[in-house]
């Protein structure tokens, strides 16, 4: 028998706001990698506009440590520094 | 893990064979691209040299699919599975509107620099899937080998050096996996971390083992045209 997904299933599974750890848990993953590139997007925007990492971090409510640890050089792959 | 010695290009039919595996993906409901869905790709393509040699020892289509059917089932590989987007939907976010106001903003290009460059940090990675992305691959050690495999051939990767990187890559076990993107990407599309390959099983399964099925190969590659 062919085997076909119905996307209702998965639709029905996200609409209902789950109480599935399997859908709940990979809600979290999700938000949590859109949050991760949304920051980075706004914090290289704002070394662009020559922000310092201070006022960043501040923003942020983070450490400068760890927004630079993060977005600086040294969180960059690839890249020496 | 030894690198790849050169860059090397895949021939027009692993690229068919490629979009045939993404096709697959979809239709299981599967957010990734993984051996399975090669296998299947290249028997759903079905006139190059895998194909005839996977379907001359049983492994057709039908077969296959079957087989991949039963390892859902067994829990070996992940049923259907919700998108980013579906996920985020459930929590009400509009990951769409998300998305087209971060690219209108940022560009389309500094977005998905952004996606990269979050999913391959050393520490606290994250993965991120804009809606309408093709899935991620994650058979980066079959790839490798089939890289290697067209490269000391001097030629373009074809199906069939795709064919030996998927039976070289299940000849040991998931939990020897060397690329640590690849364990975490197992981990959030569902599949076990330990265990024997999907491709083992489904090889196995026809009482066959990966090493005849390699040699099988092989043998028709080292045949004279």
């Given at each position: 028998m062919e085997k076909t997904v119905d996307p209702e299933v998965a639709n029905l599974a996200a609409a209902t706001g789950s109480r599935d750890p399997e859908v709940g848990l990979r809600a979290v993953a999700a938000l949590r990698g859109l949050l991760e590139v949304l920051e980075a997007l706004q914090v290289d925007n704002a070394r662009a506009q020559g922000w310092s990492w201070r006022d960043i971090a501040g923003r942020l409510g983070v450490s400068k440590q760890a927004v630079h640890q993060k977005h600086g050089p040294r969180g960059r792959p690839g890249q020496e520094g | 893990m030894e690198s790849i010695p050169r860059a090397v290009y895949t021939s027009t039919a692993t690229r068919t064979v490629s979009a045939q595996a993404q096709m697959e993906a979809r239709r299981l409901g599967h957010h990734y691209l993984g051996p399975e869905h090669l296998l299947l790709g290249m028997l759903v393509h079905g006139d190059n040299l895998a194909a005839r040699v996977l379907r001359a020892n049983g492994l057709d289509l039908d077969t296959v699919r079957a087989g991949i059917d039963r390892l859902i089932a067994e829990g070996v590989l992940p049923g259907p599975q919700p998108s980013d987007a579906e996920l985020l939907a459930g929590i009400g976010v509009d990951l769409e509107a998300v998305a087209g106001r971060l690219k209108e903003t940022f560009g389309r290009d500094a977005y998905r620099q952004a996606t990269e460059r979050v999913r391959l940090r050393r520490t606290q990675p994250a993965s991120h899937r804009a809606p309408r992305d093709p899935p991620r691959l994650v058979c980066a050690r079959a790839l490798s080998i089939a890289a290697r495999e067209a490269i000391a051939r001097d030629r373009d990767v074809e199906p069939e050096h795709l064919l030996l990187g998927l039976l070289g890559d299940a000849e040991?076990?998931?939990?020897?996996?060397?690329y640590a993107s690849e364990r975490r990407e197992r981990g959030l599309v569902g599949l076990p971390d330990h265990g024997p390959h999907a491709i083992r099983l489904l090889v196995e399964a026809q009482g066959l083992t990966l090493e005849t099925l390699r040699a099988a190969v092989r043998d028709e590659l080292e045949r004279p045209a």
């Open positions: - | 040991d076990p998931v939990e020897s996996e060397p």
